[in-house]
């Protein structure tokens, strides 16, 4: 079975500080795909990246990184400089593809303060 | 590119009324949607997987008789809650398969009061 656990549920940080979002998962399967998504207070679900199992390189977006690591079955997401605008509930999931039923996690919810 | 659209996105209905919530995707088609449930501060429940055609997938413990899914369109998908009730009250969101299929983008949900 697949499962997506996001430790974390509420983070408070001041704002400037970096936060790191832990996503670990588990799943038999070899080819898969991680995702992570940001739910504002509006609502709406927000794609930031995916990931697929075969590619372990890490990615940096602007403030934003993602460490990949299968040996650890871990896709943590780490916020450099936070910004008030971060604050938002994350959503780290698993799935085979677009077309596939994503796993997510219970998500973690940052609050990022002035 | 990529953008999923939700109408409406809030509706306030009575009990035993039904209300039907659309999903399109509207620069691109989508031959596979999703459908959503998410409760205040839980995660996202999936409902059903929508394939354009043919009947919709439901989860265990959804009732497809109470959430009618038609996925008439490579562009639109349609929850239908029918007789609802205030149980039935939930934020709704559908997403679609993007164009090379790797990737759910998602719709910007429906507030759903049933009271």
């Known amino acids: 079975a697949q499962k997506v656990t996001q430790a974390q549920t509420e983070i408070s940080v001041v704002e400037k500080e970096d936060v790191t979002l832990d996503c670990v998962y588990e799943?038999?399967?070899?080819?898969?795909?991680l995702f992570w998504y940001k739910q504002p207070p509006s609502g709406e679900l927000v794609f930031l990246i995916r990931r697929n199992s075969f590619d372990e390189q890490n990615e940096i977006s602007g403030r934003y990184s993602w460490n990949f690591q299968k040996s650890t079955s871990s896709f943590n997401f780490t916020i450099t400089a936070s910004q008030v605008v971060d604050s938002a509930v994350y959503f780290c999931?698993?799935?085979?593809?677009?077309?596939?039923?994503?796993?997510f996690g219970k998500g973690t919810k940052l609050t990022v303060n002035p | 590119g990529a953008v999923v659209s939700q109408h409406p996105s809030w509706v306030i209905c009575k009990s035993g009324t039904s209300v039907k919530i659309e999903c399109r995707s509207l620069?691109?088609?989508?031959?596979?949607m999703f459908w959503y449930r998410q409760f205040p501060k839980q995660s996202l429940m999936l409902m059903a997987t929508?394939?354009?055609?043919?009947?919709?997938?439901?989860e265990q413990g959804v009732e497809k008789d109470k959430f009618l899914i038609n996925h008439a369109s490579l562009t639109l998908s349609t929850l239908t809650v029918t007789s609802a009730h205030p149980e039935d009250s939930s934020f709704y969101i559908c997403?679609?398969?993007?164009?090379?299929?790797?990737?759910?983008?998602f719709g910007p949900g429906t507030r759903l009061l049933v009271l």
């Open positions: 997403s679609a398969a993007g164009p090379r299929g790797e990737t759910q983008y």
């Open positions: 999931a698993l799935g085979q593809g677009g077309s596939e039923k994503l796993v």
């Open positions: 620069d691109f088609q989508a031959t596979t």
């Open positions: 929508s394939n354009e055609g043919s009947k919709a997938t439901y």
């Open positions: 799943t038999r399967d070899t080819t898969y795909y």
